[in-house]
């Protein structure tokens, strides 16, 4: 058979990973286990997501399972990737308060799926999207004073474990409250150096304020990264699981509060008033959180990090559409990510505004 007419497998299709899941599953639970329902999620721009259904002989019967298996891509938007901070941060925080899957296996090798990768469960519920049309609201009050609260109280839970007596702290590598802010303005602009083709005078303005203005954090804690409307699924009235994780790391805890802030994940009520991730005030937050979290948020701490995480997402988007320039990512959502930087530079210019 000539090369030309030999048939080559995608690695990472539905099929070559269904085969690849009853392999790693039949050597890890002793017993053949049998894949169902295959199939790969549109959502999400960085790790490759799969739902499926495993099933196999258990020590009191047959078992069934709902699972979700993420890869890592190599030629992804954040490759090379781990999957084990994540993995660590969601097994550690399981059952204090933090509604997040259940995790079973990962590595940070290629050898069982071609890349780094981890299995959860999957859970129940839909993302509620932060885009409504203009004279709407996301959720009718009562719905919204429920998930808000259970939002909140979800975050002041994350920022208060105590990750230093856990697994987690293996991640540490000397982050401090002195140098958290630096340390997450260095590895951004370090991203932005290695994507960018061209230079933006308000983005190098941005990164000479945010490096001359880092505060110092109340304390270091894990910080979600990409804490908002849209990661979160909701069943009901009631959050069942806060997702993607990807950005997990040790931070200032402001970071997460300032990235609920931003005015792209919000929406006005039919009375006027901007409530963050279309479920609360920012006083209420500042208010509720800090009931629940025991730390008096600075405002000025916020503003500083609402600024730094437009600049996040302007490298974000940078990154997406470069990655898909170099052929390295064919998902034609990152392109698309492309069209969204004057949009995003906009929101940037607006919050150097507020912190001038």
């Known amino acids: 058979m000539t090369r030309s007419s030999q048939s080559v497998r995608d690695p990472f299709s539905e099929a070559v990973v269904g085969e690849r899941l009853a392999a790693f599953l039949s050597q890890r639970h002793g017993a053949a286990t049998q894949i169902e329902s295959v199939k790969r999620y549109t959502v999400g721009f960085s790790w490759m997501t799969y739902g499926f259904v495993a099933s196999w002989a258990g020590?009191?019967?047959?078992?069934r399972h709902r699972l979700v298996l993420r890869i890592g891509p190599p030629t992804g938007l954040f490759a090379p990737y781990l999957a084990s901070p994540e993995f660590t941060v969601l097994h550690a925080v399981q059952g204090h308060g933090v509604p997040v899957p259940g995790v079973h296996f990962f590595s940070d090798g290629s050898e069982d799926f071609g890349a780094p990768f981890f299995i959860a469960e999957h859970m129940p519920g839909t993302a509620p999207l932060p885009w409504v049309a203009p004279g709407q609201e996301a959720f009718e009050p009562a719905l919204r004073a429920r998930l808000a609260e259970q939002f909140v109280s979800s975050l002041a839970a994350l920022h208060r474990f105590d990750w230093q007596h856990s697994p987690v702290a293996e991640f540490a590598t000397h982050v401090t409250p002195d140098n958290a802010a630096a340390r997450q303005v260095a590895h951004w602009e370090e991203a932005l150096r290695r994507w960018q083709l061209r230079e933006y005078p308000v983005v190098e303005q941005t990164l000479s304020w945010l490096k001359a203005n880092c505060p110092q954090a109340p304390h270091v804690a894990i910080v979600h990264g990409d804490y908002r409307i849209g990661n979160f699924l909701v069943e009901q009235d009631r959050i069942t699981a806060v997702l993607d994780w990807e950005l997990v790391h040790l931070g200032d805890p402001h970071e997460d509060l300032a990235f609920m802030c931003l005015r792209a994940f919000g929406g006005k009520a039919l009375d006027?008033?901007?409530?963050?991730?279309?479920?609360?005030?920012?006083?209420?937050?500042?208010?509720?959180?800090?009931?629940?979290?025991?730390?008096?948020?600075?405002?000025?701490?916020?503003?500083?990090?609402?600024?730094?995480?437009?600049?996040?997402?302007?490298?974000?988007?940078?990154?997406?559409?470069?990655?898909?320039?170099?052929?390295?990512?064919?998902?034609?959502?990152m392109p698309a990510m492309g069209a969204q930087i004057p949009r995003v530079l906009l929101q940037i210019e607006k919050a150097l505004e507020a912190v001038a």
């Open 59 to 63: 020590a009191t019967g047959p078992e």
């Open 272 to 333: 006027g008033r901007f409530l963050v991730c279309h479920l609360l005030t920012r006083e209420a937050l500042y208010e509720r959180y800090g009931a629940l979290s025991g730390m008096a948020v600075r405002p000025a701490s916020v503003l500083f990090y609402e600024l730094f995480n437009a600049f996040k997402l302007f490298v974000i988007h940078v990154g997406a559409t470069r990655c898909f320039e170099d052929g390295a990512f064919t998902d034609l959502r």
